[in-house]
Structures are given as C-alpha cells and as structure tokens.
C-alpha cells in the first residue's frame, strides 16, 4: 500500500524566516510523483510544487523548494522568507501510474509577525 | 484559480433530509473526484470518476451516492443526512492520466447536520 506521513501536526515560523515541512512515504514503485498542496483557511486548496521521482533535481518555485531524498523515501517543503500569506495547512502528496492521490494528515503552519 | 465550482459553500440541514451537493468543472477534465475532510484533518476519497457514465467508491466508507451523467458535472447526494455526516465535502478533478498532472480542488462544502 502507498502511503504518506506527516509527522508534524502543527508548527510555527517568524516571518521572513525559513521553515522545514517533512514528509515521508512508502511505495514498491520506481516512478511517481509528488506534491506539496496548500489549503489556506476557508480558501481553495493550491498546488504549490511537484517533483517528478525520476528527477534527482529538487523542484523550485520562489520562495518554496523541496527536498527530495529517493533512497529515504522523504520528500520535506522549505519555504524561506515567511510571509504572514503563507499560514495554511500544507497537505504531501503522492500518486504513481495512474492511480489516485494520496494525501497525508497535513501539517498547520502558522507564520507570526 | 482552477475552473471547478462547488454549491452550497455552506448548508445546515435536519436529519433525516436529502442534500445535493453539486459540483462542476470547466476544464473537459474526465477525471473528478469527492474527498471528505473533518476541520484540520486528512482528506479522505470517498468517490471518483473515470469519465461519464463511472463512478467508484473511494478508500472510506461513505453512505453517499454520485453520478456523473454529464464530463464537467459530478453530484454527490445523501438520501437521509445524519449528523455523523457533518464534514467539509471537496470537489476535485484531474485530466485522466494523472501521474505528473495536479488535481484541482472546488473551495469546499461544509455541511452540518443538525
């Protein structure tokens, strides 16, 4: 069975400051892709990045870059500089051949002035 | 923002009522999806959709019911609403060969049942 893990229920970070989302999973696949989403309160859920398993390159995307470690199965957001915008809940995902996503438990991070 | 609409944003009905929740998409996705989520928690799939005319039953048990008649539209529907089916309700949709393509999500239907 695939599945994802987010160890962190809840974490906090100063604006303009960096923070580490993790995220790890388990599959027997070789090629996949994962995803970081984002789910503001009360608002729409969002993309913010996507890695593609067989890329050793880690995606980038502004302020958010990821890093993607295939042996250890771990798939961690940084988002640097802090914006008080980016207090959400971020949910890992992950979806291999055709099948449906599976999302993780998410993680709420607050961004204090 | 991605073309998928969800109404009623917000609803409170009795027990006992049926309760449509609609959802549409713009995008000629085949593919769509219903995820349950309880305040700050997991998604859950409770159904999907290859294309018109299929639905499947997602990884958690639901006693709700779709349809997918039309591509860009996919209802949910509960014949008798229970309290225990107080939840937020995503509408998602993805094109069909997922892998490397993002799902994208309505803004959510939060139903209390009273």
């Known amino acids: 069975a695939q599945t994802v893990t987010q160890s962190q229920p809840e974490m906090s970070v100063q604006e303009a400051e960096t923070v580490t989302l993790s995220c790890t999973y388990d599959t027997s696949e070789s090629n996949y892709y994962l995803f970081w989403y984002k789910q503001p309160p009360s608002r729409q859920m969002i993309l913010v990045i996507r890695q593609e398993a067989y890329k050793q390159q880690n995606a980038t995307e502004n302020r958010f870059s990821v890093n993607f470690q295939k042996a250890a199965k771990s798939f961690s957001l940084k988002i640097s500089d802090s914006q008080l915008g980016d207090t959400a809940m971020y949910f890992c995902a992950f979806v291999y051949n055709n099948n449906d996503m599976r999302f993780g438990a998410g993680t709420r991070l607050t961004v204090k002035p | 923002e991605a073309d998928i609409y969800q109404t009623p944003r917000y609803l409170v009905i009795g027990t006992g009522k049926k309760i449509t929740l609609e959802c549409s998409q713009t995008m000629g996705h085949d593919k769509m999806y219903w995820y349950q989520q309880d305040p700050g928690m997991e998604l859950h799939l409770i159904h999907y959709s290859y294309g018109v005319n299929s639905t499947e039953k997602g990884d958690l048990s639901s006693e709700s019911t779709v349809s997918r008649i039309r591509t860009e539209h996919f209802p949910l529907t509960l014949e008798s609403a229970r309290p225990s089916h107080t939840s937020q309700y995503l509408c998602?949709?993805?094109?069909?060969?997922?892998?490397?393509?993002?799902?994208?999500f309505g803004e959510g239907s939060w139903l209390t049942v009273v």
């Open positions: 998602a949709s993805s094109t069909r060969d997922l892998a490397g393509n993002t799902i994208y």
